[in-house]
């Protein structure tokens, strides 16, 4: 696989957030803030019927992408800010691109531009540096 | 009630108590699903373990952090940004040494007249030799509401 600068990295899309596994992710992080499973409770804050699904999560569908396209171990970065909230049911896609390589170290790394959108807005950015292992 | 600004910048400095963590297989496995990824080969643990691992592994919990920024309120914690950097990939069934500490908290006011506490904490995992493996950043943001300035 041929990678260069401004190489777009394959999307990883996800078809609809599922409401149930943020219930698991609240379990597994020992999470008790209300508004990942509580979707009545989230009236006050204007998405009533609706949760929010958490921020690793929201995260780990750019971390799928990067580990679709360079293997599970290649991660070594990921600096990210989170712009909006991921509700239940959004219909999301998780893109990158190459910005740049750096060949000073033992292995090539890529750092690339990273975001995760719903309908063309961002909802998360940032830099993932990523091992070129599959290049 | 709105937690002074002296109480919060003296959390800087504060350090958990720390301690071992092990991802569990049943507990990656459960993880991993969530992300709607296949599972992942030769004990590789999902990097977003990088979340909660830390945290549990130095012996704090989201509650207790919640308890520290003194938050009372759904919908008054937001979630700025993560800084993660991984030397080596995670791994089940490694016993991990996790070490942290809060890095940083500032005092901010939005355009709309809005106070919030920025609230950054950073932990550490080291694997059973002592080498590091990976670092976790977290920036929270704790909203206050308004108030007269």
């Known amino acids: ?135 | 009630m709105i937690p002074s600004e002296e109480y919060m910048l003296g959390l800087v400095g504060h350090k958990f108590p720390g301690g071992n963590r092990t991802i569990d297989r049943w507990e990656n496995y459960l993880l991993t699903d969530c992300t709607t990824s296949p599972q992942l080969e030769d004990g590789l643990a999902h990097p977003i373990a990088l979340f909660h691992i830390p945290i549990q592994g130095v012996q704090t919990s989201i509650a207790e952090l919640f308890d520290l920024g003194r938050v009372k309120e759904t919908g008054s914690v937001g979630l700025d940004g993560y800084d993660w950097e991984f030397f080596k990939p995670l791994r089940e069934e490694i016993e991990y040494r996790c070490e942290g500490e809060i890095v940083e908290v500032e005092r901010r006011f939005t355009d709309a007249g809005k106070i919030y506490d920025r609230f950054v904490f950073s932990i550490e995992l080291f694997d059973e030799d002592g080498e590091p493996v990976a670092k976790a950043t977290s920036y929270w943001r704790l909203r206050r509401g308004k108030v007269e300035r």
Not at chain 1, 91 to 105: E, F, R
């Open chain 1, 1 to 135: 696989m041929n990678v260069d600068v401004g190489s777009k990295i394959p999307p990883f899309n996800i078809a609809s957030v599922d409401t149930e596994k943020m219930k698991t992710m609240a379990a597994l992080l020992r999470d008790p803030y209300p508004i990942h499973w509580d979707a009545e409770g989230n009236e006050k804050m204007g998405i009533k019927g609706k949760v929010v699904n958490q921020g690793p999560l929201n995260l780990s569908y750019i971390v799928n992408m990067l580990m679709n396209w360079q293997g599970q171990d290649c991660i070594r970065r990921l600096q990210v800010r989170f712009t909006g909230w991921v509700l239940g049911g959004d219909v999301l896609s998780a893109h990158g691109k190459v910005v740049s390589l750096d060949t000073t170290t033992d292995e090539l790394l890529a750092t690339c531009e990273i975001w995760l959108e719903r309908d063309g807005e961002r909802l998360l950015e940032g830099v993932a540096i990523v091992a070129l292992t599959n290049s």
